[in-house]
Every structure is written in structure tokens, then in C-alpha cells.
């Protein structure tokens, strides 16, 4: 008898899916934060470490949780005031949650969409963050081999946490920066047609809104028509909303839960949303994840799947108290997006003098960030080049968009909510001697052949991989960049006429 | 419209486990609010020692005050989403892990992927080892919940390992055989076998004979072993608890890739509501990829930082555990001995928060059918919420799993009290015969007949 190599044992002695790499991690998107970890920035200890820009976090508002939370003893079951819960609540495991956690939840998300809507407390149901939530949906919404249409860029995780374990197949619908990434009817029925000629059954449209990376809202009647497309289709729409309170200055965010109200015949067995405390209060490692959905059968047994990542009812405890507190809530929310606008401004003041374009949106934690004419070629390879320069030699890890699946190469997701004022000055100055390094490796190039300077000036032979021809090809297309005018009417509207 | 996973309902929460919970939770038994409710003792939960955690908290109010070595560390806990885990978790997870060991295992903190919930560490494990249609081999009867856990998302099968009353259920190298077999004639690829030591819900811990058994076994077929280990911190009487990995040292298996253990504070500590669990692997692969997996149900930062100052507190784990334990004897021999006067017999236990009552001789037939009509009785009739065996895959009728620790003394008098009449009742109906309606009996036809019904149609929406 043969002997198995080691490898074709170890093959056979897991599952496929741990032996292979549908986690997504091997991608070179990994490289960025692992410089990070390897050499993370600090003001005083390492200031010439890697600044890491590739984490939406909103770090802005720890400041008021904490204090709410030390004014609030009895919010937690470790306290004097608190500790008579603690039995109750340490065996408390009921897939339904603590009513008080749904109620206060229901609330929240009714206040993070100006209470233009009603939120039904018993179809809330938990999950382990956004991640398990939306492969909850995606288990109960597809099979294995079905698939769901995502617009592009889209977030680097949907990869995993829609495919890997469910085997769902996701569908991009491609977006173009022509009209600043708008998701058009052409654009999904072309993605329909694909799925269709490669016999991939489509299940459901998913978006995310607001989006990541884009950091843009969709405007009421690209919801409308997006319902509509779904509604028409009989296909699930899945949105995802955890930005919701992210919104600040002119943008306005629109829940598709206000939209079904104005799409007449709307069958609401097809809608679900996605949503979390994560981004919205700044609380990720609390892992508050919501799956709301309107259809009855998928509550049902999306609550018998949260068993395997419930929400720690220490957690739902604490949440069901902040949440309940009105006047905390509607000051966090309103001092939030003040704090998120002015750390935005700060950014893009810093990027519009240097000249360097972003896609205009008022949402999220990070901006789309436009360094196409930095790129020697307009391909991919092009791009990683720019991100590693960024990442190794700039030393600010940012998201390069063929992570998330932005079918044009040059766009960068840049975040901003998770640091201080400080960190964002030094950033914005490595930026600003990154570019003017650039501008004089152009000037020099353009000059007249001169005597050899007496000192040989230190080369930076990274820049030569670069497209040197920076200041002149400054982009203002169509109005959707920076750093001029308001977005225009939604081309899926001109569509209709 | 959605998918198989929702339409074929294989979730496994209809089976009558969970039936019973949904009764109880319509008329729940209170001393003073609903004393003629239903009494729960399906439901494993360990509320004997809160008392102990209690006031360990009042003696450190500083774990709260989210205040550590004078820095707040609120906002790190916050921002927390690392999927390795607070390293100080981990550690002090690896600690209370060895504790319970008496020291004879070791535990490596990166060995351990943290899950929310045993529920998350094992349906991970499958996801880890198995491929959909491939199987584990489990003793039985074994833990309903494993048919949803291991099964429902996974695709994988279990295919039961028989054991039987008549040698105090110990797993014999015939039976594996036998599981190995059938697997294989329905076409099944066997990738492991999980056993639970100590066995919900036998209330047994595995002795050293049968791990060495079990460990060459899974040597030699070079398939996975799996000890769901969640009950080891409840043995209260001997033999002492075992674990796996203590036997596979003795063998020199230690380090074996094949070997993984499931842990969690659900059971030992009485913290259901917190969702602790984990796996712990000497499989780098296996942590690896059981790590990423763990995204979908990581522990909460919060729940990480209060569980790590309370179990780096050696003095206190050290005292809660045995304390714990002589709780658990103490509740768990006043079950036996009021089943005793009952004339009702239990397999001898050493651990867990339940008793394996053997209620063979009131079946009115050697059947399932029998045992299933005198659990409605009992549910119903009696007042108790039990789980029958059947819901175990027990292969013999007649035999309950009835829990005792997460009920109060009185509680335990006043069910122990139900079981008295209602087995006097029982004799009663015997010896006068079906002549002699009585209107008790009349009721109690009426009763299951209501029940019965109720049952088939009901669908089950608790959790267990």
C-alpha cells in the first residue's frame, strides 16, 4: 500500500473548508495590516511607525459611554447597585434575547432613522456582530451554489462571511466612478444575466448602505428602484445598515424600512436588514449584531441559528439600560456626527490642498480616496504597487480598492474616525511629503540636462515605479469628486424616463 | 423562497426536548406566584453557587468601575474584536482548565479558540473537520442539542454508538465496531468520534479503560477525537474526572493533531447567559481556521474582562469548585434517595446536574411509544419537565434524564413530593383495575388527550 504524503494527509484529515482559504486572509490586503501589527504608530513610542487607516472604527465618542456608563452603575451586574441581576442575568440564554434589549434596540434604530420609522421589537433578532448576522441571512436565504448580487467596491469580508461556510456565491454589480459608483437598473440586470449564463440561481440583491467603502447614501429613489427591482425579480433585499447614525453634514440617510412603506405592492417577505452597534456607538467588541427581518419564517429560524452566537446577556443587560436613556442617546448621536464631520473636514481640507481627489459622500468612517493618476499603468498591478509604497515606505495602511472589488484601478478607502488629532496631523503630513517628493522627482525630470550636483541626493528609487506627472491631472469629473459640486439627480431616475 | 435549511425545519428543535420547555414555559412552577405550574428539571443548569460569584464581586467592585491599575480600560474593551481573544482570558481559562485537572494536563493559551458558547465550539469543530455527508460516531444516548449543533448548518451526520443499561452504558470496543460499520454501509465517511465526559445525560464521567479504548481506536482508524469536556468541573464523587488529553499523555499522544477538546463556563460555573466557550487543539490547522470561524460568534470584550479577574483569583476558583461540587453531591443524593422511597432507581452518577432515572417499570410496554405517553403524564399530569430518553436516542424505553441543580431545596421537596403521588397513584390504578374510573383518572385521559394534541401541532420556539 502506497503511503499518503503528509500533505494528502493533512488534506484528508480536515474539512475542505479549513484546508482551503475561503476565510480570504491569504489576500494581499493582509499584508497591509500585518505591517501594522509588525510596527503599529505611536506618538511618543514608535512615531515612525505604520498609521493604520484600514480600520473603520468610530472612536470619536468613548468619552461619553464611559462617563454614561460610571454614572450608571446599576447598568451593570458587577456593581453594588447591579450585582442583585447578576443570577438572573448569568443564566439567562433565551434565544429571544432580554426583552428590555430588544425594546431599547428597536428604539435606537428607530432614532438612527429620524423616527420615520417603527421597529418591531420580537423580529429583532441578535447575532454575533454584523459578521454572524449576515451569514445568518445568508443560510437562511440561499443554498449552496445560489447567489446574491452585491454592488461594487463592496466590504472586503462579505467574501467570507457570505460565501465561506455557506457556499453561497456572491454576483458583483459593477459601479463605475463615471457616474460616482451609482448602482443602476443596467448594471444589476446585466449582473442578473451573468449569474443567469453561469447557471447561478440569484437569490438576493444585498447592498450596504451607507456604503463601505464609499462612505455614500442612496438617495430615495434609488431605494425605490432597487425595491422595485427585487420586488419584480422575487428576490430577497438584504441591507445593510450598520452606518446608519454615521451620517453627518448635508447627507441624508434613508432606511429601506421608510422606503417599503412608498413601494405600493412591495412584498415585504423579501426584505431584511442587517444591523449592528459596531460602527453606530463605537462598541465592536461588545459584538451586538441584529438581523430584522420582515419575513416571519426567517425570524423564526434565524432565531433558532442565533444560538450559535448569541449576544452575552451581561451585554444585553448594559446595552438595554444606555439604550433606554433617551437624553444619552439623542446628545451621543448629535455629538457623534458633529465630532465625525469635523475629523472628515480635517482630511479632506488636508487632501484638497495637496490636491489629491476623494468621491464627495457625507457617511461612514473612511473616504474613497482618488490617486488614479498616480498609477504608472491603469491596472491592478499598478495599484498594489502605489499600496505597498504607501503601506511600506508612506507608512499609512490604507485599503487598496481591488480588496474591494472596485473594477477600476487608483481608488483607495482611507479611515479616519479611529484616531486622534494628533495622529491625523502626522498622517496628513506624511501625505503631504509623499507628494511634494513626487512633484520634485517631476520638476527634476522636466528640467534642462544639468551638471551632476556635487552631493548625490538620496534616491528614492521607489518613486520611479510611480507615474511622476502628479500637480497638472488633478480630476474634477462631472462634479462627483471633490472638491466642488452637490451630487446630481440619480441617472437610474433619468433611466426611467 | 428560502432555503432547505429553513423549509426542512432540520434544525431538530421539534423533538419533544424542546416540547416540554414550551409547556413549562406557558405555566411555570413558582412557590408562592403558581405552585400547580410545571416544575423544570430539563433543563441542565448549574444555580447552586451563584452566591460565591456574588459576593466575589463585591469584594472587587474595581472590575467594574472599568478602572485597571489606575487607566480606564473601557475603551480598549470597547474597541476589542481581536478574534485571538484577551490574552489575560485565555490564561486565566487555562488555569481554571488545569484546576480542574488536579494539574495533570497542561494547557497552552494558543491552543484555544474562543467561541460563544459550547453550542459555537462545536458546530465549529464540525465546519473544521468534516466535510457535508461525512459523520461522527457519538455514543448514546447522547445531548439533544448535538442533532442541531453538529448537523443542521454543517451537513454532517452522527451515527450513534450503542450503549446499553445492562453494563452501565460503558462504551465497548464491540460497539465502536458496530458504529464504524453501519457508518460505513450508509455510505458515510467516519472523520471522528465525540464523546461528552462528563456524559450529558448519564450524569457519568469516562473512565481511563474506556479512553484508552476509545483513543486507540481513533489511532488506528487516524480519524479525530473529540471530548466535549463542559461538565468536568461538576464531578462530584468518584471516580475522579479524567480527561482525554491526561489519557493521551499516558499514551504519548499528547501532542497528537488528532485530538481536540470542548470546553465552557456554561455547566461548571452556572454562566449560560455569557456565552463562554472554546476549542482547544493541538492542531495548528485546526486553531487556525477555527479562529477565523470564530468571527461569526466571538465572546464579548466585556464578558472576556469580567471572567478574566474572576478566574486569575486562584483562591477563589479553587474554593468555588470544591464547594460547588459538594452542593452538587448534596442536591444530587437528595434526588436519588426521594426517587429512592419512590421505588425509582437512577444509574449511579459522579458529575453533571442531572440523574438518569430509570422508569422502565411504569411503562405499560417495552415500547417508545409507552414511554412517550407516560412522559406526557408526567409533564402534564405530574407537573415535572423532564426529558425522556427517547430525545436522547436512548436505544431502551423507559429511562429519563431529570435535573436537579438549578432548582431550590424546596422546589426539589415539592416535585419529590408530585413523584410520591404520582407513583402511589399509579399502583392504585393497577390494582383496582380499568373497572374503577376514577375521576382523577378521567381528568388525566382528558388531559393527554388536550396534551397530545397540543403536541403535534405546536411548533417549539425556546431555547433549551
Known sequence: MVALTAAKQD???????AAGDGHGENSAYFDGWKAYEENPFHPIDRPDGVIQMGLAENQLCGDLMRKWILEHPEASICTAEGVNHFSDIAIFQDYHGLPEFRQAVAKFMEKTRNNKVKFDPDRIVMSGGATGAHETVAFCLAN????FLVPTPYYPGFDRDLRWRTGVNLVPVTCHSSNGFKITVEALEAAYENARVSNIPVKGLLITNPSNPLGTTLDRDCLKSLVKFTNDKRIHLIADEIYAATTFGESEFISVAEVIEEVPDCNRDLIHIVYSLSKDMGLPGLRVGIVYSYNDRVVQIARKMSSFGLVSSQTQHLIAKMLSDDDFVDEFIRKSKLRLAARHAELTTGLDGLGIGWLKAGA??????DLRNLLKTATFDSEMELWRVIVHKVKLNVSPGGSCHCNEPGWFRVCFANMDHKTMETALERIRVFTSQLEEESLKLTKPMAAPPMVAKKKMCWQSSLRLSFKDTRRFDEGFFSPRSPVP????????? | MLSSKVINESHGQDSSYFLGWQEYEKNPFHETLNPSGIVQMGLAENQLSFDLIESWLDDHPEVLGLKKN???????LALFQDYHGLPAFKIAMAKFMEKIRGSKVKFNANKMVLTAGSTSANETLMFCLANPGDAFLIPAPYYPGFDRDLKWRTGVEIVPIHCVSSNGYKITKEALEDAYERAHKLNLKVKGVLITNPSNPLGTSTTRDELDLLLTFTSAKKIHMVGDEIYSGTVFDTPEFTSVLEVAKDKNMDLDEKIHVVYSLSKDLG???FRVGLIYSNNEKVVSAATKMSSFGLISSQTQHLLAN??????????YLEENRKRLRERRDRLVSGLKKAGIGCLKSNGGLFCW????HLLTSNTFEAEHSLWTKIVCEVGLNISPGSSCHSDEPGWFRVCFANISDQTLEVAMDRVHGFVEAMVMNTNHGKQKRTMWDSRRRSLINKWVSKLSSVQCESER
Open chain 2, 271 to 273: 454562566l449560560p447567559g
Open chain 2, 310 to 319: 474572576l478566574l486569575s483569583d486562584e483562591r477563589f476558583t479553587t474554593k
Open chain 1, 11 to 17: 488534506q484528508n484529515l480536515l474539512s475542505r473548508m
Open chain 1, 144 to 147: 449552496p451554489g445560489d447567489g
Open chain 1, 489 to 497: 439627480q440619480s441617472p437610474l431616475v433619468r433611466a426611467q424616463i
Open chain 2, 70 to 76: 489606575e487607566e480606564s480600560v473601557f475603551k480598549h
Open chain 1, 364 to 369: 461612514g468612517l473612511f473616504i474613497w480616496m
Open chain 2, 357 to 360: 432515572v430509570d422508569l422502565r
